[in-house]
């Protein structure tokens, strides 16, 4: 089954409404969550809602949450998300963070206290939207990735995305977790009752499975982006560390490799980060633009290795993606739509993603970025 994006995104927004989520919050929530769905980026979108009704159910996740500014200058902002949906936290600092780059050049934002917000790709979307380079990276809740040489999980899938404005009429936008694939294509794949890739996980004694329940339900664990010491793992390891980094030991939100980490009775106290840079610190007016849109189109030029398939460039994928969902529907799987089902009953709203009227051309128009809104 299949639905339009504004379907599909109001679906999201009334079970957020159900658990006691303030409309603005809901509405840029939903707006993030589908965002992720429409761009292909399934891993952080729909299917994040069976995450976070476990988690508000088990009372980790505040939908009334006091977002608070802690600390701000001209040129940085540190948000407090009180524990709530890091959706709403983290739009709050990036969104400050593009305003004052725009007025300043750069800015800097942090969130410490926060929880999971989705596709880091959609923040930095904003910034290189609004003319800007873009930079975010997060911590994470769940600890599922040995480091390099280990047999246990110590880390995180630790996401990380850059992105800039381009001469074409899309920018370039890299979005990726630290990890050989994002845990949620692993909880896709389970959610399917399908077997997971080579290379994607491991069982709890470290040997390699394609059985997602080793790693989501059995004690298994991930491994960093290269999998291997020979694939050099040890670049993914790398990386995770500058997130955690960056998103922990700059905000003060709690490490991933402290005890306390995962007993805090409420929340998950994960940490964000965000850079924005205006390219007019450096280069005249749309200079950068049309040098990033040269270099792009140059590898797009590329011989191909396989005739038929050319050669992309970051965010490509995603911006096809999107054009053929706003016209065909945003497609669910039978497993998800099961269970995505019973999170809706359980938040007793109407279930809108079966409804006879869900043609594409009921969609509307695409979503709009926050420069835009």
């Known amino acids: 089954m299949s639905a339009p994006y504004s379907v599909h995104r109001r679906q999201m927004e009334l079970i957020l409404l159900a658990w006691g989520m303030p409309q603005q919050h809901a509405e840029r929530t939903a707006e993030v969550l589908s965002w992720a769905d429409l761009h292909g980026v399934e891993s952080h979108g729909v299917s994040m809602l069976i995450e976070y009704d476990m988690r508000f159910r088990a009372g980790r996740l505040k939908m009334n949450a006091d977002y608070k500014v802690v600390r701000e200058t001209p040129v940085s902002i540190l948000v407090d998300g009180d524990g709530g949906m890091g959706h709403v936290a983290y739009a709050m600092a990036v969104d400050a963070a593009i305003a004052k780059a725009k007025q300043s050049g750069i800015a800097v934002a942090a969130v410490r206290n926060s929880s999971h917000f989705g596709a880091v790709g959609y923040f930095t979307d904003l910034a290189a939207r609004a003319g800007l380079i873009g930079m975010g990276a997060t911590s994470a809740a769940g600890i599922r990735v040995a480091p390099t040489g280990g047999a246990e999980a110590k880390l995180g899938t630790d996401p990380w995305s850059f992105s800039a404005p381009s001469a074409d009429e899309d920018p370039f936008l890299l979005d990726m977790a630290t990890t050989t694939v994002a845990y949620g294509k692993i909880r896709n794949k389970m959610n399917e009752s399908q077997p ?23 004690g298994g664990f991930m491994s ?23 998103s922990s030991c ?37 200079e950068f633009e049309a040098d990033v849109a040269a270099l792009c189109g140059a590898l797009r030029g590329t011989k191909p290795a396989v005739e038929g398939e050319p050669v992309m460039v970051a965010g490509d994928p995603q911006w096809k993606m999107a054009e053929k969902r706003m016209r065909d529907g945003i497609p669910i799987g039978p497993g998800l739509r099961a269970k995505l089902l019973a999170v809706t009953e359980a938040a007793s709203v109407e279930w809108l993603l079966d409804d006879g009227s869900n043609r594409a051309e009921s969609a509307g128009p695409a979503p709009k970025t926050a420069n835009q809104r």
């Open 196 to 218: 997971m890739p080579v290379g994607w996980g491991y069982d709890s004694q470290g040997q390699v499975s394609t059985d997602p329940l080793d790693v989501t339900r059995r």
């Open 250 to 286: 700059l905000t003060g939100a709690t490490l991933i490799t402290d005890p306390q980490h995962t007993k805090k009775p409420k929340g998950f106290d994960i940490g964000h980060f965000f850079l924005a840079i205006d390219p007019k610190l450096f280069r005249g007016e749309g």
């Open 224 to 246: 960093p982006l290269g999998g291997t010491l020979e694939g050099s793992s040890y670049k993914g390891y790398g990386l995770s560390m500058m997130v955690n980094i960056l």
